[in-house]
């Protein structure tokens, strides 16, 4: 029988009650910088905005991804509601939601039939144009990249990283003992960590574990996002040596490797959020 598993949605109610109704107008510009946005609402707003991407209609009951067959494109929802369906469960899509990211990044076919529930605007993430991107990205921009898409697909490292071995030894190391707080849920996202050995533990608000980080894997990635805030608490599981990059170093790195790469990294942190939140209610 039909089962309701689970559904997202930024708040637009919550957004309409700030004022914003565009990304693009100054008033969201101040209400960015006032700090009373979630991450996830930062996310949506700026990639609703991005002139890099292009904006789409759908009507009701339009097929938009089909479960076993690759993906040609990737959408971030701005309005409207999607259902996808995998086997007997349901999940519902709503604004905020971004759609075949990515598995499409990594050829790998859709999970989902996803059909348009109701009128659907949305702007398009172009695959086309990420390959391209993708073979000529910096070792530590590929890492950022990489360990995104293997969280949101809940996939497992599969290889050792060349991070592990990479010339990045300008970057600081620091070494964390079992238990020890790397950071906490609230703090400001001024770095992202590169793990080279030992496995870190993410905690949510209730205190519980809701997935883990191996070694090879990069995390903090909210550092990427201007006056990022931590979504989580992250701890040592056991002895933890990381190297450390600045927020402006790595927000640098990605737009020096492309513009387009900045948006792509910021779409896969909602699509991220998206599934955590879909896994972990």
């Known amino acids: 029988m039909p089962n309701l598993k689970a559904s997202f949605a930024v708040d637009t109610e919550r957004l309409k009650g700030f004022g914003i109704a565009d990304p693009r107008v100054i008033q969201t510009l101040d209400i960015f910088k006032s700090g009373q946005l979630t991450a996830d609402e930062r996310l949506y707003l700026g990639l609703w905005g991005s002139p890099l991407l292009s904006s789409i209609a759908f009507e009701p009951k339009r097929k938009i991804l089909v479960a076993g067959e690759a993906i040609e494109q990737a959408y971030l929802v701005v309005s409207g509601t999607l259902l996808g369906t995998q086997g007997d469960d349901i999940y519902r899509f709503g604004p905020g939601s971004v759609l075949g990211l990515a598995e499409g990044v990594i050829n790998q076919a859709s999970k989902y039939n996803v059909i348009t529930a109701s009128a659907v605007q949305a702007r398009v993430?172009?695959?086309?144009?990420?390959?391209?991107?993708?073979?000529?990205?910096?070792?530590?921009?590929?890492?950022?990249?990489?360990?995104?898409?293997?969280?949101?697909?809940?996939?497992q490292r599969s290889a050792p990283s060349e991070l592990e071995n990479s010339a990045a030894s300008s970057f600081e190391t620091l070494a964390f003992s079992d238990g020890q707080k790397i950071f906490s849920l609230g703090d400001p996202a001024e770095h992202l960590y590169f793990l080279q050995s030992g496995t870190v533990e993410m905690v949510d608000g209730k205190g519980s574990v809701f997935a883990e980080v191996s070694e090879g894997n990069t995390f903090g990635e909210a550092a990427i996002l201007p006056g990022g805030i931590r979504g989580a608490t992250v701890?040592?599981?056991g002895p933890v040596r990381c190297k450390l990059m600045g927020a402006q170093a790595a927000c640098e790195m990605l737009h020096a490797s492309s513009p387009l790469l900045v948006t792509i990294v910021e779409a896969l942190l909602l699509q991220l959020s998206m599934q955590n939140t879909m896994r972990h209610g």
């Open 125 to 155: 993430i172009p695959l086309h144009r990420i390959d391209s991107i993708v073979a000529k990205l910096p070792l530590e921009v590929r890492a950022i990249l990489m360990t995104t898409i293997k969280r949101t697909l809940a996939l």
């Open 235 to 237: 701890r040592a599981k």
